[in-house]
T-cell receptor
Framework: QQQVKQSPQSLIVQKGGISIINCAYENTAFDYFPWYQQFPGKGPALLIAIRPDVSEKKEGRFTISFNKSAKQFSLHIMDSQPGDSATYFCAARRGNQGGKLIFGQGTELSVKP | EAGVVQSPRYKIIEKKQPVAFWCNPISGHNTLYWYRQNLGQGPELLIRYENEEAVDDSQLPKDRFSAERLKGVDSTLKIQPAELGDSAVYLC????????????FGEGSWLTVV
């Protein structure tokens, strides 16, 4: 079942621009929301994560915004660089299900020079 | 520190043949996961181990898939017989346990069934 919906499916941004990827979830029992970055031929790597008790988390050029009432969260990449070109996945986890992550369908980001 | 190691990286087999994938998690990680990632999709959990015990295998197609984690370290995922629809990337991941710990993924085993 699709419990985490991600959009857009693909995104093209100019170098220096802002990339924004959105996710929506259904299950209010989710208590951990990570974003993973995946380059071609590689496994997903954790980029940044947030818990629902905060509305925003920033690490360098990457920011997660979290709206608990709307059950939505988003990834913002500031000053996007060609090296950011990758597929990004949002995910969600229920604390009482151990480490099981439910992933979104992914967004393929292309940053043009 | 070595990451999650998987082998083989690539495998092409004919349908109805068996295939096995091996995973060595990060040292000290007692939780091990096998995920399947279809082309253009996010990973989906197949099975999760806590040490040597499979604690969540609800999404594992047990008629043809099997997994084991002897001694609570390395793990093997087997498909027998393989079907065309099994073509995917099989990702192994590990974490040190607990609900707040990062899950680290290997580079995956890319399976093509022809």
């Amino acid at each position: 079942q699709q419990q985490v919906k991600q959009s857009p499916q693909s995104l093209i941004v100019q170098k220096g621009g802002i990339s924004i990827i959105n996710c929506a979830y259904e299950n209010t029992a989710f208590d951990y929301f990570p974003w993973y970055q995946q380059f071609p031929g590689k496994g997903p790597a954790l980029l940044i994560a947030i818990r629902p008790d905060v509305s925003e988390k920033k690490e360098g050029r990457f920011t997660i915004s979290f709206n608990k009432s709307a059950k939505q969260f988003s990834l913002h990449i500031m000053d996007s660089q060609p090296g950011d070109s990758a597929t990004y996945f949002c995910a969600a986890r229920r604390g009482n299900q151990g480490g099981k992550l439910i992933f979104g369908q992914g967004t393929e980001l292309s940053v043009k020079p | 520190e070595a990451g999650v190691v998987q082998s083989p990286r690539y495998k092409i087999i004919e349908k109805k043949q068996p295939v096995a994938f091996w995973c060595n998690p990060i040292s000290g990680h007692n939780t091990l996961y096998w995920y399947r990632q279809n082309l253009g999709q996010g990973p989906e959990l197949l099975i999760r181990y806590e040490n040597e015990e499979a604690v969540d295998d609800s999404q594992l197609p047990k008629d043809r898939f099997s997994a084991e984690r002897l001694k609570g370290v390395d793990s093997t995922l087997k498909i027998q017989p393989a079907e065309l629809g099994d073509s995917a990337v099989y990702l192994c991941a590990s974490s040190s346990g607990g609900t707040g710990n990062t899950i680290y993924f290997g580079e995956g085993s890319w399976l093509t069934v022809v």
